[in-house]
């Protein structure tokens, strides 16, 4: 059973458009949330986080937002510039263990 | 610079010969792991060391081993490989609790 899901494995996007990808996570020790963008033949690179006492957390063009009653979390990237075109992971971990558990991906595509 | 570095990027091998990768962070985390990445399936930790000999499993650790006798170097070896471990293995450091750091990759391919 996947405890985080990125229920869409690619979304596209309109260059200076806003981008919304999607998180769903079940278990609800899960406390610290992260995003990480991957480019091909790179390691993932941590882009933001959140942790559970915020709902949101921004840095430039990126923000993250956290529902915790739906158990939800999404990352917005305004405007989207062809740079973000990548594929981006969301993570979660109880920080009682730092163990991260990840979803399958989203890759987005950035059109100009 | 701080970073993680894998060793090899690409490897090809056959069904049964013993392989090592290695890992090594410069920047003195106490936590790394490795992961393993699939389409579809996202990454998934394979084994992760809280610190110089702690190691434990993580989701799918069969067929792997690891060990942590320093606290830069991470391998992961395998001893008999087989085509299902076919695969993108990453390895990451971290000071417990905060951002992972990646490294590059190893593309691995078992025949």
């Known amino acids: 059973d996947q405890q985080v899901k990125q229920n869409s494995p690619s979304l596209s996007v309109q260059e200076g458009r806003i981008s919304i990808l999607n998180c769903d996570y079940t278990?609800?020790?899960?406390?610290?949330f992260l995003w990480y963008k991957k480019y091909p033949a790179e390691g993932p690179t941590f882009l933001i986080s959140i942790s559970s006492i915020k709902d949101k957390n921004e840095d430039g063009r990126f923000t993250v937002f956290l529902n915790k009653s739906a158990k939800h979390l999404s990352l917005h990237i305004v405007p989207s510039q062809p740079g973000d075109s990548a594929v981006y992971f969301c993570?979660?971990?109880?920080?009682?263990?730092?163990?991260?558990?990840w979803g399958a991906g989203t890759k987005l595509i950035i059109k100009p | 610079e701080a970073q993680v570095t894998q060793n090899p990027r690409y490897l090809i091998t056959v069904t049964g010969k013993k392989l090592t990768v290695t890992c090594s962070q410069n920047m003195n985390h106490e936590y790394m792991s490795w992961y393993r990445q699939d389409p579809g399936l996202g990454l998934r930790q394979i084994y992760y060391s809280m610190n110089v000999e702690v190691t434990d499993k993580g989701d799918v650790p069969e067929g792997y081993k690891v060990s942590r006798k320093e606290k830069r170097n991470f391998p992961l070896i395998l001893e008999s490989p087989s085509p299902n471990q076919t695969s993108l293995y990453f390895c990451?450091?971290?000071?417990?609790?905060?951002?992972?750091?990646f490294g590059s990759g190893t593309r691995l391919t078992v025949v």
């Open positions: 990451a450091s971290s000071p417990q609790g905060e951002g992972y750091t």
């Open positions: 993570a979660a971990s109880a920080t009682s263990n730092y163990q991260l558990i």
């Open positions: 278990n609800s020790m899960f406390d610290y």
